[in-house]
């Protein structure tokens, strides 16, 4: 990456440098980083072709139930999200706001 990644970005690869090795569920990430599909799964595909991220299709899932991707860092993924996460704190998606409340 020639440039900063986004806020949305480093809050993926916090999340995912956690437990690099471990095999994580779009929805669980997008679920823990507070990002919505329309937002988290860019950043999962554009990552992925970055070679910073690997994916797979789960081979065990449920019957009647659709496959889904898997995501995990790569070695390259887990030195970018280190130097990431050392020059900067996790960031975090903003707070929507709620309307109709005396501020």
């Known amino acids: 990456m020639s ?3 986004s806020p949305q970005t480093v809050a993926v690869l916090h999340a995912l440098s ?3 090795g471990v095999w994580r569920y779009g929805y ?3 679920a823990e980083v507070g990002l919505k599909a329309g ?3 860019p950043i999962l595909i554009r990552l992925t072709d970055r070679e910073l991220l690997e994916s797979r299709w ?3 899932g449920r019957p009647g139930r659709p496959a889904r991707h898997l995501y995990r ?3 390259a993924g887990v030195a970018f999200a280190a130097n990431l ?3 900067a704190p996790p960031a975090r998606a903003p707070r929507r706001l709620e309307w109709g409340g005396a501020s």
């Open 73 to 75: 860092l790569t070695d």
């Open 58 to 60: 789960e081979t065990d």
């Open 85 to 87: 996460v050392a020059d």
């Open 39 to 41: 937002t988290l799964y």
């Open 3 to 5: 440039r900063r990644p």
């Open 18 to 20: 956690a437990a690099p």
């Open 28 to 30: 669980d990430l997008g």
